[in-house]
């Protein structure tokens, strides 16, 4: 076989995948949009906030709240705000819902730190905040970081009052303190996974006294009164809160080539954004009608009434679908959902838990994962081969960079998504979205390329006839 051959019979039969940047690649507009995704991820450090900022966006847009039994044409631009905490929206489509939607999935809570119930506390004349974990985290990365507190507070007649410490300008932060090295020989020689007791991810709020010092708990009484001043709450308001602390500082630029983002909380604003931006930008009333799915309560399972198992997103799509006398049942199955979530990137620093051949990289797309789950495909949904096919062909017709991943070798570990909740309703379905760096750390990193691919992918699933 001559070389020539050789080469075209290499090129024809086998995979080339390439790196984004060796492809038609619009930098401009990746950078935009990247500048687009930091100032939301700045705005947005809570689901809560985050959800804010997407109904800021959204009605900037053109979107209005929807009310049950409004009348719906095709070109018309709802939401639904979910308690404050998950956000659904729709861009009605020219054909009926009987033929089905275009549901992008995505999560816009990410790990964190709650306040328990009663989390003021005084010790060795030091005023403290008790935390309990949210979602998958390695505890030992949460200490000596600065962090903010962002939620509310729900006073006994209702009132909520936002809580904001360390997020404005000058603001101070808080801190968990950890040992000194001089001190930690016997906590060095602990796991990982246990040499930061999760009881001990305690926030460090002050320790000047208040009053003579024959009183007790001067340092908590002093911070509860700041906090009332600022406020107006007490402690027993405490109990009727919701109150997060979350890594302090803004996201920014990683490299020296300013290739990569880094930022608390890609996991999973990373694709929430690529979902809510490829709606937003759709310029014309799409073929089917565009759905675009921001839940809450993922990183614990999606239960609860803003996660992806509650009835809400059922109860929209069942009230739109009512408005064009369509049974919801026959617009679930004739629709197909992308589960938006991030996915593992490779890091040859850690390469012995990565299968090299099926891993996700950095800079050649937005990340296929046809099923997730652990061991042995547990808590996945697996999605059929014709669902990949048309995603694959839709991104291929679109230009889109994709890879087709898996997170990790078989037994190392694993992972969920929405995805087998939308499955679960009759929805095909397939988990996509960019691969991350750190994920679940307070310090996350992903490549501007792969965000913007993502991006591209969403909004070609949109726009998609069929």
């Not at 009332?228 to 803004?250: H, M, Q, R, W």
Request: net charge negative.
């Amino acid at each position: 076989m001559e070389n020539k051959e050789f080469k075209e019979l290499k090129e024809r039969l086998l995979s080339t995948k390439k790196n984004g940047y060796d492809r038609p690649l619009d930098e401009a507009a990746m950078e935009a949009y990247c500048d687009g995704y930091k100032a939301f991820l700045n705005a947005g450090k809570t689901e809560r906030l985050c959800a804010a900022e997407t109904v800021r966006l959204a009605e900037a847009r053109g979107y209005r709240p929807y009310v049950r039994g409004m009348a719906l044409s095709a070109g018309d631009k709802v939401y639904l705000s979910n308690r404050g905490k998950a956000v659904l929206l729709a861009h009605i489509g020219e054909k009926s819902l009987a033929e089905g939607a275009q549901i992008a999935a995505a999560h816009i809570d990410s790990p964190r730190l709650d306040l328990k119930p009663n989390p003021l506390y005084e010790e060795a004349e030091l005023a403290y905040f008790k935390t309990h974990y949210y979602g998958g985290i390695r505890k030992y990365q949460w200490v000596t970081i600065p962090m903010e507190l962002h939620g509310v507070v729900v006073l006994r007649d209702g009132t909520s009052v936002p809580v904001n410490i360390g997020g404005g300008p000058g603001d101070p932060r808080l801190v968990i303190t950890d040992l000194l090295p001089h001190l930690g020989a016997e906590q060095g020689k602990k796991p990982l996974a246990t040499a930061i007791p999760a009881e001990t991810l305690n926030l460090l709020l002050g320790s000047r006294p208040l009053g003579g010092e024959e009183e007790s708990g001067r340092v908590k009484l002093a911070v509860m009164k700041l906090l009332n001043d600022k406020y107006g709450i007490t402690e027993d308001d405490f109990a009727s809160a919701e109150l997060e602390a979350v890594p302090a500082g803004d996201a920014c630029d990683i490299g020296l080539d300013r290739s990569m983002i880094g930022a608390y909380g890609h996991d999973d604003r990373v694709c929430a954004y690529a979902a809510l931006k490829a709606l937003l930008d759709l310029e014309k009333t799409p073929a089917r009608t565009a759905v675009c799915v921001l839940a809450d309560k993922e990183e614990i399972g999606s239960d609860g009434v803003t996660g992806m198992q509650s009835a809400a997103f059922d109860t929209f799509m069942e009230d739109l679908c009512e408005a064009q006398g369509v049974p919801v049942r026959v617009c679930f199955e004739r629709s197909f959902c992308l589960s938006a979530d991030v996915t593992a990137a490779y890091d040859p620093h850690y390469a012995d838990v990565y299968e090299k051949r099926n891993a996700a990289y950095f800079n050649y797309g937005v990340g296929l994962c046809k099923y997730t789950g652990a061991r042995g495909k547990s808590g996945a949904s697996d999605a059929d081969a014709e669902t990949v096919a048309y995603v694959r062909r839709v991104f291929d017709d679109a230009g889109v960079a994709w890879q087709i991943t898996e997170m990790g070798k078989v037994d190392a570990g694993g992972g969920g998504t929405v995805a087998m909740y939308m499955a679960n309703r009759n929805i095909a379905t397939l988990d996509a979205g960019v691969p991350v760096l750190s994920m679940h750390a307070p310090f996350e990193t992903v490549a501007k390329l792969d965000c913007y691919e993502t991006y591209r992918g969403m909004k070609a699933l949109y726009e998609a006839k069929s």
